[in-house]
């Protein structure tokens, strides 16, 4: 059966096949030992709905905690294939975007080009070509309608955050959070933007050989279309059997370019999925992909940076004043269960070498999700979390879950040490 479809871009429609969704699934982890049947129906939907939709599967897939463990192999298998091969467009439909946006025939443009796409995502597949010099390139186009449908996930989740502000305590600060979730993922339609996103990444980590990131090809690139020179490398489940030191220095180079991104450049990349890293023999790692990224500034910036230092001080107390500050707590039980479950998050730093398993991974995740119960019981300690900070949660869940792959110790500390020295900011 081919998997070339269009997009469903109706709001009723897309919400419809949600619910049904939500429906199955939470039977079939109620009533199912291995929740098979409903991973696999939720891999069909999800794919072909694309766009938010999608994302959530693909979370789902690789972030360890997510569902439970009895479940957690079916919907590894069944939602893995969003990684990287989510349904597709059509060969036709492509062609049209290609050349709408960029104002000639694809033969004129390029001198081959794949029909077949080398990959297929939420938002947009990626393309082989050859430019007239000779390059190969990926040329990475949005699905036809994409932009209607993410519009209409985003009016569904309207739905359900004025649900929970009217009903929830107003420290959930629902508004503004949906606001910047909201601008992020409308930002991700946006290539221009991610081209000069990428390319600022490129300056940040331009000293360190071990990081790679493609050059954009800016004259073959547009709002809906991005041309990039073409890269290969491991995927991350090649990667992850690798020997010992080389599993070592691929979790060191993915630390390093988090960490010198956050602290350094500002620039919090908040897609780390693992369809998003290419792994190479020699230790490098190939970054692809900064559509989502979260400007850091302060308050957060100083107050992140200050939690940070002190971590490789191992000052405690540094620390939890430094993660109230960033979190504006006020006090109470809340401020005392949040910290100390941001403090178990920054151990692979106080407790560095550390090894971040995939028990240890889902342990964050699932500490996160106790501290919903302040909100429910309408603690008055309770803050809701500064809406520039919502995307730092998906950074400990599936940053945290891509390192787990690799099971290996790591001198954490001692890395950012060398990127905050070299900054100046110890």
């Given at each position: 059966?081919?998997?070339?479809?269009?997009?469903?871009?109706?709001?009723?429609?897309?919400?419809?096949?949600?619910?049904?969704?939500?429906?199955?699934t939470g039977a079939s982890l109620l009533l199912s030992r291995d929740g098979k049947g409903a991973?696999?129906?939720?891999?069909?939907?999800?794919?072909?709905?694309?766009?938010?939709?999608?994302?959530?599967?693909?979370?789902?897939?690789?972030?360890d905690g997510m569902v439970p463990d009895e479940h957690r192999e079916s919907y590894e298998r069944?939602?893995?294939?969003?990684?990287?091969?989510?349904?597709?467009?059509?060969?036709?439909?492509?062609?049209?975007?290609?050349?709408?946006?960029?104002?000639?025939?694809?033969?004129?443009?390029?001198?081959?080009?794949?029909?077949?796409?080398?990959?297929?995502?939420?938002?947009?597949?990626?393309?082989?070509?050859?430019?007239?010099?000779?390059?190969?390139?990926?040329?990475?186009?949005?699905?036809?309608?994409?932009?209607?449908?993410?519009?209409?996930?985003?009016?569904?989740?309207?739905?359900?955050?004025?649900?929970?502000?009217?009903?929830?305590?107003?420290?959930?600060?629902?508004?503004?959070?949906?606001?910047?979730?909201?601008?992020?993922?409308?930002?991700?339609?946006?290539?221009?933007?991610?081209?000069?996103?990428?390319?600022?990444?490129?300056?940040?980590?331009?000293?360190?050989?071990?990081?790679?990131?493609?050059?954009?090809?800016?004259?073959?690139?547009?709002?809906?279309?991005?041309?990039?020179?073409?890269?290969?490398?491991?995927?991350?489940?090649?990667?992850?059997?690798?020997?010992?030191?080389?599993?070592?220095?691929?979790?060191?180079?993915?630390?390093?370019?988090?960490?010198?991104?956050?602290?350094?450049?500002?620039?919090?990349?908040?897609?780390?999925?693992?369809?998003?890293?290419?792994?190479?023999?020699?230790?490098?790692?190939?970054?692809?992909?900064?559509?989502?990224?979260?400007?850091?500034?302060?308050?957060?910036?100083?107050?992140?940076?200050?939690?940070?230092?002190?971590?490789?001080?191992?000052?405690?107390?540094?620390?939890?004043?430094?993660?109230?500050?960033?979190?504006?707590?006020?006090?109470?039980?809340?401020?005392?269960?949040?910290?100390?479950?941001?403090?178990?998050?920054?151990?692979?730093?106080?407790?560095?070498?550390?090894?971040?398993?995939?028990?240890?991974?889902?342990?964050?995740?699932?500490?996160?999700?106790?501290?919903?119960?302040?909100?429910?019981?309408?603690?008055?300690?309770?803050?809701?979390?500064?809406?520039?900070?919502?995307?730092?949660?998906?950074?400990?869940?599936?940053?945290?879950?891509?390192?787990?792959?690799?099971?290996?110790?790591?001198?954490?500390?001692?890395?950012?040490?060398?990127?905050?020295?070299?900054?100046?900011?110890?």
């Amino acid at each position: 059966m081919s998997d070339e479809r269009e997009v469903p871009t109706g709001r009723l429609a897309r919400l419809g096949r949600l619910v049904g969704v939500g429906a199955r699934t939470g039977a079939s982890l109620l009533l199912s030992r291995d929740g098979k049947g409903a991973a696999e129906h939720a891999a069909a939907v999800l794919g072909s709905l694309r766009g938010l939709a999608a994302k959530v599967g693909q979370m789902a897939s690789y972030v360890d905690g997510m569902v439970p463990d009895e479940h957690r192999e079916s919907y590894e298998r069944a939602l893995g294939a969003l990684l990287s091969a989510a349904p597709k467009s059509s060969p036709a439909a492509i062609r049209g975007v290609v050349e709408r946006e960029l104002g000639a025939s694809i033969d004129t443009l390029f001198t081959r080009w794949d029909d077949a796409p080398l990959a297929s995502a939420s938002i947009g597949q990626v393309h082989v070509a050859q430019l007239h010099d000779g390059r190969e390139v990926a040329v990475k186009v949005q699905h036809p309608g994409i932009d209607r449908a993410i519009e209409a996930d985003l009016r569904n989740a309207g739905l359900l955050e004025g649900l929970v502000g009217a009903i929830g305590p107003k420290a959930l600060n629902t508004k503004e959070v949906f606001a910047v979730i909201s601008q992020r993922f409308r930002e991700e339609l946006d290539y221009e933007l991610e081209a000069d996103r990428q390319e600022r990444f490129i300056e940040i980590h331009a000293e360190d050989a071990a990081v790679r990131i493609p050059k954009v090809v800016r004259e073959r690139s547009s709002k809906r279309v991005l041309t990039t020179e073409l890269a290969r490398g491991r995927t991350i489940d090649e990667a992850a059997t690798g020997p010992l030191e080389r599993r070592r220095a691929h979790a060191e180079v993915l630390w390093r370019f988090v960490f010198r991104g956050n602290l350094v450049g500002a620039m919090f990349n908040a897609d780390p999925h693992p369809g998003n890293y290419l792994f190479h023999d020699d230790g490098t790692v190939t970054f692809l992909d900064f559509g989502c990224v979260q400007p850091l500034v302060d308050p957060e910036l100083g107050h992140a940076r200050a939690a940070h230092r002190a971590a490789l001080r191992s000052d405690e107390s540094g620390f939890r004043r430094a993660i109230a500050g960033m979190l504006g707590t006020r006090g109470g039980d809340f401020e005392h269960a949040v910290v100390e479950y941001v403090r178990r998050c920054f151990e692979p730093l106080f407790g560095s070498p550390f090894t971040i398993d995939r028990r240890y991974a889902a342990e964050v995740v699932r500490g996160f999700q106790d501290m919903r119960q302040f909100a429910m019981r309408r603690d008055k300690s309770f803050t809701g979390m500064p809406p520039a900070l919502v995307f730092m949660n998906r950074l400990q869940f599936g940053f945290y879950s891509v390192l787990a792959r690799f099971d290996v110790a790591v001198d954490y500390a001692a890395l950012e040490r060398e990127v905050l020295g070299r900054a100046g900011l110890l």
